[in-house]
Antibody
């Protein structure tokens, strides 16, 4: 079955960087776009960006431009999200989500289990 | 950015009730509207995509409607497992944005 498995929880100090991984199985990794979404405690979901797992093209939310980098390793069927210059407001659960498309319509049909990133001095 | 606003923010209902959640976009998004269910400590789960299409495996008690700026999610007969938080999301343009959520609680 289609599955996304993320890396474990992280605790980081302000100013540090974090990498969260998302390993895909059960489908052709390079045939889909992977998105990253985060959720701060008690807050709504917030879209961060996407990567075309086939050609590596990316698009980021302006809010995170310059701090976020999304990459992929095709042999490992894994997407990565790097976030730098961490601050306390980045404390959140980070999700990867596979996008399904029909023409230009798109939706997130499969989600990873989430990775808690805590930023604290 | 397109703003998504849900109403109500919370709702108390009983098993068997029919409930409707509304989502309004700050500009027209055609049918680029998806609905997700999230339970505490879990990832969101897709319920409805493209405004009115039911995701495979989701009970037919869930339905979606609307286009343009106004959308609704309806649960025709609440089951115990339906008590959760529901989010709408627009996929019309980046940054993709979500509503603030509607928490559905047991009365």
């Amino acid at each position: 079955q289609v599955q996304l498995v993320q890396s474990g929880a992280e605790v980081k100090k302000p100013g540090a960087s974090v990498r969260v991984s998302c390993r895909a199985s059960g489908y052709s990794f390079t045939g889909y776009v992977m998105h990253w979404v985060r959720q701060a405690p008690g807050q709504r979901l917030e879209w961060m960006g996407w990567i075309n797992a086939g050609n590596g093209n990316t698009k980021y939310s302006q809010k995170f431009q310059g701090r976020v980098t999304i990459t992929r390793g095709t042999s490992a069927s894994t997407a990565y999200m790097d976030l730098s210059s961490l601050r306390s407001e980045d404390t959140a659960v980070y999700f990867c989500a596979r996008a399904e498309y029909s023409g230009s319509l798109n939706w997130f049909d499969t989600w990873g289990q989430g990775t808690l990133v805590t930023v604290s001095s | 950015d397109i703003q998504m606003t849900q109403s109500p923010s919370s709702l108390s209902a009983s098993v068997g009730d029919r409930v409707t959640i509304t989502c309004r976009a700050s500009q027209s998004i055609s049918s680029y509207l998806n609905w997700y269910q999230q339970k505490p400590g879990r990832a969101p789960k897709l319920l409805i995509y493209a405004a009115s299409s039911l995701q495979s495996g989701v009970p037919s008690s869930f339905s979606g409607s609307g286009s343009g700026t106004d959308f609704t999610l309806t649960i025709s007969s609440l089951q115990p497992e339906d008590f959760a938080t529901y989010y709408c999301q627009q996929s019309y343009s980046t940054p993709y944005t979500f509503g603030q959520g509607t928490k559905l609680e047991i009365k």
